[in-house]
């Protein structure tokens, strides 16, 4: 899909925002924005995007109800920030002229050099389907919303759709870094003066990693206390992901040892609840929501979110966790409630299209190569669209013809 760009100051004045009906939330003050050709590329895989709390307004003010769970399909343009002052390879993900997120780091840098090359060929930027999710309530206060992304990797020269989902305990999202994290350097400081736990063991750790698994292994043969257990299992579960490329079974042993940590989580976090009254992050969770939505197994990606959900309850240190969790828990209904559809529409012969559109961009960013001077003519116009399933609107390239009468979710 291409998309066309004209500068501007202030609010946006491109079609989406003139797409916009009187009765939503005002638009959040925009910096300055350009109207630029942009490639639609569609595919099945998610790609994340990370950093969404950081864009809540206007993520809300797409989705229009803050108070209800969001089902919102759009269209996000990817956006390369070589002057980035925290990673030179930074692809922002944007969304009707604004940041809403980004890719993960170690994604970004597997991705860019194939998105550089995108855009050389398709003379502008590139853009993909996408879903925002999440929202409504967790407990007392609002959950926030997130943003998933559907491409096909080798679009991007990228062989293992495994990169496209965050790696477990790989690229952990921004969190205030005065907040508890994992709890272990707060147990490691009152270790000396709290009886009921011993983490000595930790600097007894061979550092090659089968013969730390086999010690850790040993561990939790013998140890009682369920603080001890917990950084056991956690060091144990981070060992074998990171043997998985040298030793085949590695991941099978990952998958056991979660759901074994899982078993007694609930001790777990009854002491961690004694010793600080707060739920440090349990990873376990969100690791193996990632390894079952690697394998397409929505139901058990679910099943992973909701259960680290019902084990944080309000007592999460970081109530970021559980917004990580509630993200992943509405894709995976949103998937299994796709594939539940009756009705699907009637796929390209490669499963995917592309497509040309107009668009939006604004913050740093990065004109495509020579795509500096573009044909104004050669966008189409976008109209929005009411699906009869879900009820949601979307937007398309305006063609004639019949009009499709579900969003490119229910259609999945």
């Known amino acids: ?14 079609i989406f925002a003139r797409l916009r009906d009187a009765g939503r939330p005002t638009k959040p003050a925009q910096n300055q924005h350009q109207t630029v050709s942009a490639h639609m590329l569609t595919g099945d895989e998610d790609l994340e995007v990370v950093g969404e709390s950081r864009y809540q307004e206007h993520l809300r003010f797409i989705c229009g109800d803050p108070d209800h769970k969001a089902r919102q399909t759009v269209t996000a343009i990817l956006v ?5 002052a925290y990673d030179p390879n930074a692809v922002s993900v944007q969304i009707a002229g604004s940041i809403v997120g980004y890719l993960p780091r170690d994604v970004a840098a597997e991705y860019l050099p194939g998105l550089r090359r995108l855009m050389a060929t398709n003379n502008g930027y590139i853009a993909l389907e996408g879903v925002v999710v999440g929202g409504g309530m967790v407990g007392n206060r609002a959950a926030s919303l997130g943003v998933w992304l559907r491409h096909t990797p080798s679009d ?3 062989g293992n759709s495994a990169s496209a989902q965050r790696r477990p305990g790989s690229d952990v999202a921004r969190l205030d870094p005065g907040a508890m994290r994992t709890g272990f350097s707060e147990a490691w400081l009152t270790d000396v003066e709290d009886d009921s736990y011993d983490l000595s063991w930790f600097n007894a750790l061979p550092d090659q990693d089968r013969p730390a698994i086999e010690m850790l292994r040993g561990l939790l043969e013998s140890d009682p206390d369920p603080i001890d257990r917990h ?4 060091e144990l579960e981070a060992r074998l992901y990171k043997a998985r490329e040298r030793d085949p079974n590695a991941l099978d042993e990952f998958d056991d040892v979660c759901r074994r940590h899982d078993a007694e989580m609930h001790g777990i976090c009854e002491a961690f609840m004694t010793k600080w009254n707060k739920i440090p992050l349990l990873e376990t969770y969100k690791q193996m929501a990632i390894r079952q939505q690697k394998k397409h197994d929505w139901e058990q990606v679910a099943w992973w979110a909701e259960r680290g959900i019902e084990l944080y309850g309000d007592k999460a240190a970081r109530p970021e966790a559980i917004d990580d969790l509630v993200k992943r828990k509405e894709r995976a209904e949103n998937k299994i409630e796709a594939a539940r559809q009756s009705s699907k529409a009637k796929p390209t012969p490669d499963g995917r299209s592309s497509m040309s559109l107009d668009v939006e961009i604004g913050g740093r960013s990065q004109a495509p190569a020579s795509a500096s001077a573009v044909d104004s003519t050669a966008a189409g116009e976008i109209e929005v669209l009411v699906c ?3 009820g949601g609107s979307f937007e398309r390239l305006r063609v004639r013809g019949r009009k499709p009468m579900l969003c490119p979710e229910c259609r999945a």
């Open 231 to 234: 950084f056991q299992f956690t």
């Open 80 to 84: 390369p920030e070589p002057d980035n």
């Open 1 to 14: 899909m291409v998309a066309n760009f004209t500068k501007s100051k202030g609010a946006a004045v491109g």
């Open 388 to 390: 009869t399933k879900c």
């Open 156 to 158: 991007f020269g990228v």
